[in-house]
């Protein structure tokens, strides 16, 4: 009798193991994976994280896969990825990090997929999208899905903020090609190139003239990644500087 009641307490005890085990590999197979962090910032930034929290971002955060980036009305932000790519988040920008995979040792795997859904911002690639799979980087917007060759390119999307313009996204190709494509069309737009996409069943158009569009970034913002920016509280941002 004592022995039957020995095994069953064992028996209930290895359950118990493997469902806690269980509940642990489960939790972390749904736990975020870092895709990347915030290595320049001027004003205020918000994560909505996957699980619909609101955390306000700060220098040196972590980005995670899933992630709604939103920049206030002057809030300028500098991701940077684990493949060394990077956006810059332009003010009143809300933008979505859907997929990040990189393994230094797996290029066949590398996966990145961005979306911009309002704003605009300024992309530089890294290593995803060079090496591997050239398909392995997107970027969509409402009209159309950005692919790449290795490039710096920007991109806006107008919605009734962009004065006498007509709605729709603009593209500039700072520098290499992008390939812009919706279910109208494929276009491929090389550096200097400008081009609008008005709605996903409208093909894109390269433009024969710069839009109107200011693409250009303050010179801070564009200044190395490894010297912070901070923002004074007056409007104004100091790169590197010291606020007393």
Known sequence: MMVIKNRLAVTIITLLVLLLAGSIVNSTAFAAEVAGRVANLSGLLFGQKANGIVKTLELNSDVEVGDILVTEKRTYARIKFIDNSEVILRPNTRFTVEAMIFDQERPGADKAVFNLVKG????????????????????????????????????????????????????????????????????TVGPGQYTYVRDNTTAPVLLPEPPGIDFSLPGWVTESSDTPIIWTGNGEACLGCEVR
């Open 120 to 187: 605009g911002l300024r992309a530089i690639t890294g290593q995803i999208g060079k090496r591997g799979n050239p398909d392995s980087y997107r970027m969509k917007t409402v009209a159309a899905t950005i692919g790449i060759r290795g490039t710096i390119y920007e991109v806006r999307i107008c919605n009734g903020n962009c004065g006498p313009l007509p709605d729709g996204v603009y593209l500039h190709a700072l520098q290499d090609a992008i390939v812009v494509a919706n279910p109208a069309g494929t276009l």
